[in-house]
C-alpha cells in the first residue's frame, strides 16, 4: 500500500514537469526534518524516474547527515537560527509546563523564514540557473510566500504536505464539519465546539497572520501585484500526507491528492550500534520515539517512562538525549533509524506522540 501511495504521489509530480516539456524539480520544505523527509522520500523516487531534483535545506539539517538524500542534489542554505529548537522550546516546552501552545512564535518563525530566503539573491539567482521546470513547496501557512520565487521565474508548482487546508485549496468550505487544526476536535463536535470552529474558520479566511499583505509587491516590486491566496491558488496540484482511511471525512477536489503513507517503506540494514542491540533481544523490542521536537522531556516524565521500560520483559531503544540507567536492557539514543528499527523481526511495541511520521 505504501508503495502504491508513493508511486502515485509521484505519477502526479511526473506528468506535471513533463506537460511543459521538461523533467528539473526543486523541492522546497519546511525548515524542520520531520517535514523534509517525506519531500526526499518523494524525491528520490522521482530520481528514479530520471528526473533531476534539487532539495532545499538549511544548514543545521544538512550538518546532521540523517537523512538519505542519495542521487539528489542538495541545495544548503545558511540561516542565523536554528528554527527546530525555537519550535521545540515553543510548542513541546509549553505543553510540559501545562501551557497552551504558542502560535505567535509559529508565525513570528514563518515570517523570519521567508524573509531570509526572500532576500537572499545568491539563493535566487542559485535557484534561477537549474532552470527548472517544477518547484514542490511544502504545504504549511507560513511556506505560502516561497511561492514568490516560482511566480517570479514563471515556474509552474505543486505543494505536498500534511495539512489540509479547504481555503487555500479551494475546497468548498464546511466550517461547522471542518474542524480546525488548532483544536483537538474531530466530526463529532458539540454545538459550541461548531461555533467555535466556524469563527476560527472565517477568520482564517480573512485574516492571513503568516503573510504581509504586500509580499509580492515586497520581495518582487519587478511583477504585477498578486495577493499571496491568489498566487497559492495557482498552484498545479497539492498532495497531501493524510490517509482518507484513517481520516474523518471531508470534502475534496479534483486536484487535491491524499497520499498518506509514503514516510515508511522495506527496512534497510541498521547501523551496527542498532544491529548487535536489536539481534540480541530475541525476547522483543520496545522503540519508544516523541519525534525530532522532545529529546529532553522532564525529569518526573523521564524517569516514568524509565521506570516503566526497566519493568518490561523487553529491551528497549528510547530516543532521547538522557543517558540510560541500563544500557543492555534501554538504550537512548537522540536518533534512530525509525522505519529499520519498527522493520526489524524482534520489534514488538511501538510508542510514539502520533505525530504523521508515526
Given at each position: 500500500?505504501?508503495?502504491?501511495?508513493?508511486?502515485?504521489?509521484?505519477?502526479?509530480?511526473?506528468?506535471?514537469?513533463?506537460?511543459?516539456?521538461?523533467?528539473?524539480?526543486?523541492?522546497?520544505?519546511?525548515?524542520?526534518?520531520?517535514?523534509?523527509?517525506?519531500?526526499?522520500?518523494?524525491?528520490?523516487?522521482?530520481?528514479?524516474?530520471?528526473?533531476?531534483?534539487?532539495?532545499?535545506?538549511?544548514?543545521y539539517i544538512v550538518n546532521r547527515r540523517v537523512l538519505d538524500t542519495t542521487n539528489l542534489t542538495v541545495i544548503e542554505y545558511q540561516t542565523l537560527i536554528n528554527f527546530e529548537e525555537i519550535m521545540t522550546a515553543a510548542f513541546a516546552g509549553n505543553y510540559f509546563k501545562g501551557l497552551s501552545d504558542d502560535w505567535s512564535v509559529l508565525m513570528s518563525i514563518g515570517l523570519q523564514f521567508c524573509d531570509t530566503l526572500l532576500m537572499n539573491v545568491s539563493f535566487f539567482q542559485n535557484v534561477k540557473e537549474l532552470r527548472p521546470d517544477l518547484f514542490v513547496f511544502d504545504i504549511s501557512s507560513f511556506m505560502n510566500m516561497m511561492t514568490i520565487i516560482s511566480y517570479r521565474l514563471g515556474v509552474p508548482f505543486a505543494f505536498l504536505g500534511t495539512l489540509y487546508d479547504p481555503y487555500y485549496q479551494r475546497i468548498p468550505l464546511q466550517p461547522c464539519n471542518i474542524p480546525?487544526?488548532?483544536?483537538?476536535?474531530?466530526?463529532?463536535?458539540?454545538?459550541?465546539?461548531?461555533v467555535l470552529t466556524t469563527v476560527i474558520h472565517v477568520f482564517a479566511s480573512v485574516v492571513d497572520i503568516f503573510s504581509y499583505k504586500d509580499a509580492v509587491s515586497r520581495y518582487a516590486p519587478e511583477m504585477p501585484f498578486l495577493t499571496i491566496d491568489m498566487l497559492v491558488a495557482r498552484a498545479e496540484i497539492w498532495l497531501v500526507e493524510t490517509d482518507h482511511i484513517l481520516d474523518y471525512p471531508r470534502p475534496s477536489m479534483p486536484n487535491v491528492k491524499l497520499i498518506g503513507g509514503t514516510v515508511t517503506g522495506p527496512g534497510k540494514p541498521l547501523p551496527p550500534q542498532f544491529k548487535s542491540f536489536m539481534d540480541d533481544s530475541k525476547e522483543g523490542v520496545v522503540i519508544v520515539s516523541f519525534g525530532s521536537y522532545v529529546l529532553s522531556p522532564p525529569e518526573p516524565i523521564t524517569q516514568k517512562i524509565i521506570s516503566v521500560l526497566q519493568d518490561l520483559p523487553f529491551k528497549s531503544v528510547f530516543r532521547s538525549k538522557i543517558s540510560s540507567p541500563n544500557s543492555k536492557k534501554i538504550l537512548t539514543t537522540s536518533w534512530i533509524p525509525q522505519n529499520d528499527l519498527l522493520a526489524h523481526p524482534n520489534t514488538r511495541v511501538f510508542v510514539s506522540h502520533c505525530d504523521i511520521h508515526k
Open positions: 500500500m505504501r508503495q502504491l501511495l508513493l508511486w502515485t504521489a509521484v505519477s502526479c509530480l511526473v506528468l506535471l514537469p513533463l506537460c511543459v516539456g521538461g523533467k528539473r524539480v526543486v523541492f522546497m520544505p519546511s525548515p524542520f526534518t520531520s517535514h523534509t523527509i517525506y519531500h526526499t522520500n518523494v524525491a528520490r523516487t522521482l530520481t528514479r524516474q530520471g528526473h533531476e531534483v534539487w532539495l532545499t535545506m538549511p544548514d480546525s487544526v488548532i483544536f483537538s476536535y474531530n466530526h463529532h463536535m458539540s454545538f459550541f465546539q461548531r
